[in-house]
């Protein structure tokens, strides 16, 4: 394995939500021997009560959750002037309306089965998250993470 | 097809020279039946198990059981069976209760002529073929409203596989390879859960009923029913009470999910569905004779939801094939084939709602009296 990403002089924290636990853990490990440092939601309300303690620089969060979902957790971490400026991906087992997803202000769309290149793909999106983003002007993604679903 | 000519009838019957009579009528004729004649409702269970007939014409009353009971322990032990009663000339009542219970036709002693005994035995077993195709075809629709769920479902295993291989492949020492092994040994194991339920779902045809518990049916299903439930919607299991009951679990999903998704298009805008099944005493209306008092325990299956509920002036169409409140997105199947399964493993079926607070469906299934099969 390399060493984590050059681009980061520390290890990037990343927070994973999903509710099927052997999801969350194969990801959490995966982009932990990746460079990351992870931490890890059941669902939308426990990823919103960890944020704090976390401060993550990424959220990947599942779609389809109990009790908070992934749209709703997107749409609160926008609308809280301290994490507007984090990007959330996010990753769904089936085709989504992307236009609205980006609305609701997800920097990307990734479809499982996950690409496996995901660290990779992540950290490209916290290169791409320019000051300016941060600051909360978050709806013009760079290159256009969204990726497409596989073909049917 | 087994309407052709042979049909194998089981004869149920304690008067020889009526058996004698009935025996002949329906080897008679174009298309001569096998009869195979027994005097007790114990001889007849054994050669339902043994023989497998195509028909059973049943005298209610046998030196060892009475009335209904005799009925409901046939179909107990073999809902598919097409069932004839025989009846008293006085017994038109039971005759029709017999019918609710899952009886095909009834024959009145003392008004019979052979034509007539062998046509509503060829007639009974046509029409229970006909119910088991739209049993089996209804399954089809299910599993198109299925597809989408599912299809995350495998990609969430998938998902959990693929990564999980590589983390064995990046391992740095054994540890680390048996921690991804591990998860890699989970994840195979929930996509095998779910391809076992949609084989189970898809069976065709069913198998016979088997004792099976109450908690290892919802256990199994809950993986369907949540692959069909959008993230706005609350899933609720419990309690659930074991209970062995007699039934094709496949079946079983099938009504399951009937469930779910009518109380899933009844909360479009996000809701709680709940699962539960409580050990209740049988329901009145079943508890009587000796037959009853052997299982005194009933499985209750409540799907519950807190959406629109039913407006009480259709309550009474609920169960007819054909009708939906679902326009061109429904085909009015769900409810009729959801009270055929009930009725096949002779249990009751009970709807309460309340506009605008939600609708409970509870199934009752008789607990059975052996414990359940592995």
Redesign the interface.
């Known amino acids: 394995?390399e060493e984590g990403p050059s681009r980061f002089t520390v290890r990037p924290r990343v927070l994973v939500v999903d509710d099927?636990e052997?999801?969350r853990?194969?990801?959490a490990?995966?982009l932990r021997?990746s460079g990351f440092d992870v931490f890890e939601a059941r669902d939308g309300l426990e990823a919103l009560a960890r944020m704090p303690v976390a401060a993550p620089d990424l959220v990947l969060t599942d779609?389809?959750?109990?009790?908070c979902?992934?749209e709703m957790l997107c749409a609160e971490l926008k609308r809280r002037q301290t994490t507007a400026g984090v990007p959330v991906v996010m990753?769904?087992?089936?085709p989504q309306d992307e236009a609205h997803m980006r609305e609701v202000g997800f920097a990307a769309v990734i479809?499982?089965?996950?690409p496996?290149r995901l660290a990779d793909f992540l950290l490209s999106i916290l290169q791409n998250a320019s000051p300016a983003s941060r600051a909360g002007g978050w709806t013009a993604a760079p290159t256009d993470p969204i990726r497409q679903p596989p073909a049917a | 097809m087994t309407t052709g000519p042979g049909l194998r009838v089981l004869l149920v019957e304690d008067d020889a020279a009526f058996a004698a009579f009935l025996g002949l009528a329906l080897a008679a004729g174009t298309e001569p039946a096998v009869v195979q004649a027994v005097s007790d409702l114990m001889g007849a269970l054994e050669q339902i198990r043994r023989a497998s007939p195509d028909a059973v014409v049943l005298d209610l009353n046998l030196p060892d059981s009475a009335g209904l009971a005799t009925l409901r322990a046939v179909l107990a032990s073999a809902p598919q069976l097409p069932v004839v009663v025989l009846t008293g000339v006085a017994d038109v009542e039971i005759a029709r209760e017999a019918l609710q219970l899952g009886a095909q036709d009834w024959l009145v002693k003392g008004q019979l002529d052979p034509d007539v005994v062998q046509r509503a035995v060829r007639y009974a077993v046509e029409r229970k073929h006909l119910t088991d195709r739209l049993v089996q075809a209804q399954k089809l629709e299910i599993a198109g409203r299925l597809a989408?769920g599912v299809?995350?479902?495998?990609?969430?295993v998938?998902?959990?596989?693929?990564?999980?291989a590589?983390?064995v492949e990046?391992a740095?020492d054994a540890e680390a390879r048996a921690?991804?092994l591990d998860?890699l040994r989970?994840?195979a194991r929930?996509g095998i859960a779910l391809s076992r339920q949609l084989l189970s779902l898809a069976r065709n045809p069913p198998v016979n009923a088997a004792v099976v518990s109450t908690a290892g049916l919802v256990d199994s299903g809950r993986v369907l029913v949540q692959a069909v439930l959008?993230?706005?919607i609350?899933?609720e299991v419990g309690p659930v009470a074991d209970v062995p009951v007699r039934l094709d679990p496949g079946q079983f999903d099938q009504l399951l999910l009937n469930l779910v998704l009518n109380a899933r298009d009844a909360m479009p805008e996000g809701g709680t569905l709940r699962i539960s099944v409580t050990a209740e005493p049988p329901h009145p209306a079943a508890a009587e004779s000796e037959w009853a008092g052997q299982d005194p325990l009933c499985a209750v299956v409540r799907v519950s939801d807190t959406g629109v509920g039913i407006d009480p002036s259709i309550t009474p169409h609920l169960f007819e094939p054909f009708f939906t409140t679902k326009g061109s997105t429904g085909t009015g199947l769900g409810l009729a084939v959801v009270a055929e399964i009930v009725d096949r493993f002779g249990g009751a079926i009970h709807v309460e709602s309340r506009l605008g607070a939600g609708t409970t469906v509870a199934v009752s299934l008789p607990a059975a009296s052996e414990p359940a099969e592995e």
């Open positions: 394995m099927e052997v999801v853990l194969v990801l490990r995966a021997l779609l389809n959750m109990p009790r979902n992934g990753m769904t087992g089936g479809y499982k089965p996950l496996e | 989408n299809a995350h479902e495998f990609n969430n998938l998902t959990a596989i693929a990564g999980s590589q983390l990046d740095a921690g991804a998860l989970r994840a929930q959008p993230s706005r609350q899933l």
